[in-house]
């Protein structure tokens, strides 16, 4: 399988950075980020949708493990986890009083992290109702785990937006599992 060209995840991700600033803008809602593998990607895609300066808070690149410890609360311990990445969105929102928050988390790779295989992503979301998080594993190099984890992200937090009421239990404690190829995303409409 062919690696995605950069530009259709691009394009991807700032359609759905458009509709979340739609969504945003007509709920009144705030949004603020946390960032550790994607290294402010996420944020670059929110901060440049239409009028981010009225929803988009702001996010926190917390790449390093002392900065989710010491800036967002993340308790010590290993950081490519469900809880790490739950900790993160839910320090983000408290810190900036936003109503939604999305954190990412995970080894990039080339090389496995904390016995996760290179790939695993973690991605949190805090909202309103609740916060849920999802185990991701993408195949491919680190800029591709990278984007990747980018367009996940931003497709979570659009449908937690969008679906407030359908958000999942925090405390059910299961988390999605999938495994992506780069470029083999089963929600874009595209042949796989």
Same mark, same amino acid.
């Given at each position: 399988?062919?690696a995605p060209?950069p530009?259709?995840?691009l394009?991807?991700s700032?359609?759905?950075s458009?509709?979340?600033?739609?969504?945003?803008r007509?709920?009144?809602?705030?949004v603020?980020?946390a960032?550790?593998?994607t290294?402010?990607?996420?944020s670059?895609?929110?901060?440049?949708?239409?009028?981010?300066s009225e929803?988009f808070l702001g996010?926190?690149?917390?790449?390093?493990s002392?900065?989710?410890?010491?800036?967002l609360?993340?308790?010590?311990?290993?950081?490519?986890?469900?809880g790490c990445?739950?900790?993160?969105a839910?320090g983000t929102?408290e810190?900036m009083?936003?109503?939604?928050a999305?954190?990412v !988390?995970?080894?990039g =790779?080339?090389? /496995?992290e904390e +016995?996760q $295989?290179a790939?695993?992503?973690?991605?949190a979301v805090?909202?309103?109702?609740?916060?849920?998080?999802?185990?991701h594993?993408f195949?491919?190099?680190?800029s591709?785990?990278?984007?990747?984890?980018?367009l996940r992200?931003?497709?979570?937090?659009?449908?937690?937006t969008?679906n407030?009421?359908?958000?999942?239990d925090?405390?059910s404690?299961?988390?999605?599992v999938? !495994?992506?190829?780069p =470029?083999?995303? /089963?929600?874009? +409409?595209? $042949?796989q």
């Amino acid at each position: 399988m062919k690696a995605p060209r950069p530009d259709r995840l691009l394009r991807k991700s700032v359609e759905i950075s458009a509709r979340i600033s739609r969504i945003m803008r007509g709920a009144h809602h705030k949004v603020a980020a946390a960032e550790s593998l994607t290294s402010g990607s996420i944020s670059c895609h929110l901060g440049a949708a239409e009028s981010s300066s009225e929803w988009f808070l702001g996010s926190v690149i917390a790449y390093d493990s002392e900065v989710k410890f010491s800036v967002l609360g993340v308790e010590r311990g290993d950081v490519i986890t469900a809880g790490c990445a739950r900790q993160m969105a839910d320090g983000t929102a408290e810190m900036m009083h936003a109503d939604f928050a999305v954190a990412v !988390t995970g080894a990039g =790779g080339p090389e /496995p992290e904390e +016995g996760q $295989p290179a790939g695993t992503v973690f991605i949190a979301v805090h909202t309103p109702t609740g916060t849920s998080v999802a185990k991701h594993r993408f195949l491919g190099n680190p800029s591709d785990v990278v984007q990747e984890t980018t367009l996940r992200a931003l497709q979570m937090l659009e449908a937690a937006t969008i679906n407030l009421a359908r958000v999942p239990d925090a405390a059910s404690g299961s988390d999605a599992v999938s !495994t992506t190829r780069p =470029g083999n995303d /089963p929600h874009s +409409g595209e $042949p796989q």
